[in-house]
């Protein structure tokens, strides 16, 4: 069953984005062996999956990458248990590899910060924040933090010096900031079948992203705005009602926006030192943030 669950959802795709970045990042070295590196590429993308089959038992999902969840099809007890057990994994795959220590503590790091964001999150549901700024740190906790941490040791595991190596946590931070908040744009802008799980699905879980947050400071219709995304029991016609405010709003435009800005950042921080190729593999990968639409 645990084989079944995690299989599930890691044959259901997804970008695995995360390995990615890590192999890339150890590409600074010039080595061209990485067979010693693929079994930490896998922790970090499994520390990603078992978070997911946690964050969905919290959401209640029904849906992830277009397929049932692991809560809908065996419930939250042994949901909640997968994820355990994956988490667990992570660590059994790295711990007789030689990795320098300080790979180990800093995903033990990226498990307490997952959780803390999570926690956050939770914590603000239905609530009018006053500004972007809660919703920037939650963000950060949740992906970004992820994604600089993937940079980071990929740099750090390949012995490229720490100055390369902060440039890569910089260089995935900014990644992880602009793919947040286009993962969030997603739900205000695409469809079930784009996205791979009900559009709207943020607002009806009382999660306030970053288009729904200008909408509340910007649009006319704010108070009505606030009065849907605030209510737990948001019909479906309040619902739909809730994102044309949001659209209408310059919402998404301003929210586009901000991912540019946090893409700029990015490839601002890639190092001097990368050879042409890599540095074009780096700027693809960004480049690929800002046109996505799943």
Same mark, same amino acid.
């Given at each position: 069953?645990?084989?079944?669950?995690?299989?599930?959802?890691?044959?259901?795709?997804?970008?695995?984005?995360?390995?990615?970045?890590?192999?890339?990042? /150890?590409?600074?070295?010039?080595?061209?062996?990485?067979?010693?590196?693929?079994?930490?590429? =896998?922790?970090?993308?499994?520390?990603?999956?078992?978070?997911?089959?946690?964050?969905?038992?919290?959401?209640?999902?029904?849906? $992830?990458?277009?397929?049932?969840?692991? @809560?809908? $099809?065996?419930?939250?007890?042994?949901?909640?248990?997968?994820?355990?057990?994956?988490?667990?994994?992570?660590?059994?795959?790295?711990?007789?590899?030689? #990795?320098?220590?300080?790979?180990?503590?800093?995903?033990?790091?990226?498990?307490?910060?997952?959780?803390?964001?999570?926690?956050?999150?939770?914590?603000?549901? #239905?609530?009018?924040?006053?500004?972007?700024?809660?919703?920037?740190?939650?963000?950060? +906790?949740?992906?970004?933090?992820?994604? /600089? *941490?993937?940079?980071?040791?990929? =740099?750090?595991?390949?012995?490229?010096?720490?100055?390369?190596?902060?440039?890569?946590?910089?260089?995935?931070?900014?990644?992880?900031?602009?793919?947040?908040?286009?993962? %969030?744009?997603?739900?205000?802008?695409?469809?079930?079948?784009?996205?791979?799980?009900?559009?709207?699905? %943020?607002? +009806?879980?009382?999660?306030?992203?970053?288009? *729904?947050?200008?909408?509340?400071?910007?649009?006319?219709?704010?108070?009505?705005?606030? =009065?849907?995304?605030?209510?737990?029991?948001?019909?479906?016609?309040?619902?739909?009602?809730?994102?044309?405010? &949001? $659209?209408?709003?310059?919402? &998404?435009?301003?929210?586009?926006?901000?991912?540019?800005?946090?893409?700029?950042? /990015?490839?601002?921080?890639?190092?001097?030192?990368?050879?042409?190729?890599?540095?074009?593999?780096?700027?693809?990968?960004?480049?690929?943030?800002?046109? +996505? @639409?799943?």
């Amino acid at each position: 069953m645990l084989s079944d669950i995690g299989s599930r959802l890691i044959g259901a795709g997804g970008k695995r984005l995360r390995p990615a970045l890590f192999l890339l990042s /150890a590409r600074l070295s010039g080595k061209d062996n990485y067979d010693d590196l693929v079994p930490l590429a =896998a922790a970090l993308e499994i520390t990603h999956v078992a978070s997911l089959i946690h964050d969905d038992v919290i959401d209640n999902s029904g849906l $992830r990458r277009g397929k049932e969840t692991a @809560n809908a $099809r065996f419930g939250n007890h042994v949901a909640v248990l997968a994820g355990d057990y994956l988490f667990a994994s992570v660590f059994g795959l790295i711990g007789d590899k030689e #990795y320098p220590r300080e790979v180990g503590l800093k995903l033990a790091d990226l498990v307490k910060l997952l959780t803390v964001g999570e926690i956050q999150q939770d914590s603000s549901l #239905y609530k009018i924040p006053e500004d972007a700024d809660e919703y920037y740190r939650q963000i950060e +906790r949740k992906t970004a933090e992820f994604m /600089a *941490v993937c940079c980071e040791t990929g =740099a750090m595991v390949e012995g490229v010096g720490p100055k390369m190596a902060r440039q890569m946590h910089d260089f995935g931070y900014n990644l992880g900031m602009a793919f947040q908040i286009t993962d %969030d744009l997603l739900d205000i802008t695409g469809t079930d079948a784009s996205i791979g799980k009900p559009a709207g699905s %943020d607002i +009806r879980q009382g999660v306030i992203t970053l288009p *729904v947050i200008y909408a509340l400071n910007n649009s006319s219709d704010r108070e009505k705005l606030t =009065a849907i995304v605030s209510n737990p029991e948001m019909s479906e016609s309040e619902l739909a009602e809730a994102i044309t405010i &949001v $659209r209408e709003s310059g919402g &998404v435009d301003f929210s586009r926006k901000k991912v540019q800005e946090f893409i700029r950042q /990015a490839k601002a921080s890639i190092p001097e030192e990368c050879d042409s190729e890599l540095r074009k593999s780096f700027e693809s990968l960004a480049d690929y943030i800002l046109r +996505r @639409n799943f």
